[in-house]
């Protein structure tokens, strides 16, 4: 779509279907202002937070997840499209927690100690956001009294950790040793990622999943919060 054709669309003026579509457009080309409009409108036009939340939003991050896991969207169209989701959820972070919005999920992330890498652990981030899961993002170099911590203190459904280095990949063992020696272990849902490793290292240092990217990691949390529900469901 050239400039002179996105000008013409008035947002306002497109019925709530038509304005839905237009938004996953905008998501897709990573168009945060007029997310924050679209998102505006709906809200306006007396939808519940959390509808345009999952209608709008989610649905929009999922098209982007699926062209990103089938290599059509590269990283930096991703990173766009997340910055996109993220104009729009800020105006409906304070909505949704005043409406008691259902809960997807929350999930705790960082890189291990020893290792500086963060555009994957970054990209998790964003998208598991896109998803509408809270995210709290521990940053970098992280030791295990950082995740415990905060995955006690955030009352945490997931726990992600990430690694670049094949030196700092153990780690993670250390901080799954750890929740298992408090007791904590079953807990939590337990991911982890990076380049370096695999399903078999992932089975080994006793997580519950190993995500080979971050469209897989949204799945794959989506996939283990279902599952938890209907446990509690059933109990």
Known sequence: MSDDQEDDIILADLSDDELVEQMFDDLYDGMRDEIEEGVKILLGRDWMPYDVLTKALVAGMTIVGADFRDGI??????LLAANAMKGGMAILKPLLAATGAPRVGKMVIGTVKGDIHDIGKNL???????????????????????????????????????????????????????????????DYIVLVGGAPLNEEFGKAVGADAYCRDAAVAVETAKEFMARKHNMLAAG
Not at 145 to 150: P, V
Not at 158 to 173: E, N, R
Request: proline share 4%; hydrophobic share 50%; charged share 25%.
């Open 124 to 186: 998790v981030s964003m998208m598991m956001e896109g998803a509408g899961f809270e995210v709290v993002d521990l940053g970098i170099n992280n030791p295990v009294e950082n995740y415990l911590e905060a995955i006690v203190k955030e009352e945490a459904d997931i726990l992600g950790m990430s690694a670049l280095l094949t030196t700092t990949m153990p780690y993670m063992k250390v901080v799954i040793d750890t929740l298992v020696e408090k007791g904590m272990r079953d």
């Open 73 to 78: 969207l590269f990283v930096p169209e991703v």
